[in-house]
């Protein structure tokens, strides 16, 4: 069933140039990118994306990483998207995540682990929602 799904290239991976690896690993698993915009973050739009987080000990951390540098949202494409995206992200802790996987491959640590991915296609269609246009995204 073809379905769509969100990412967001984390400042982490775009500080270091890797927007091109990602979307080559994104690629390779058989996904399309649909549309795709680099922006700066507001400390708004951080504190409302990650608010499912706002009681845990890391949200202020989670904001202030997220605004500190550019990143990449994208909307994705593909058979199962959302569960072929988690599966090419791999584990939240880049020790954890399989060889492959763009966390293992390019995150730094849990807290800088390069991607975000939606975990349902319902939440997937709220955070496309929150940085696209109708208009922005094909089809």
Do not use: C, W
Not at 37 to 43: G, N, P
Request: charged share 25%.
């Amino acid at each position: 069933m073809t379905e769509r799904t969100f990412s967001i290239i984390k400042p982490d991976a775009t500080e270091r140039n890797l927007t091109g690896k990602v979307n080559a690993m994104i690629e390779g698993a058989g996904l399309r990118i649909v549309a795709q915009r680099r922006i700066q973050m507001s400390k708004a739009q951080a504190e409302k994306f990650y608010e499912v987080h706002a009681a845990r000990p890391f949200y202020g951390e989670l904001v202030e990483f997220m605004t500190r540098s550019p990143v990449v949202v994208q909307v994705l494409e593909g058979d199962n998207a959302v569960a072929r995206y988690r599966e090419v992200m791999g584990a939240t802790n880049p020790e954890h995540a399989a060889a492959g996987t763009i966390r293992k491959e390019v995150a730094i640590s849990v807290g800088e682990n390069s991607v975000h991915g939606s975990d349902s296609a319902e939440n997937a269609a709220i955070e496309i929602a929150q940085f696209f246009t109708a208009d922005q995204v094909p089809g």
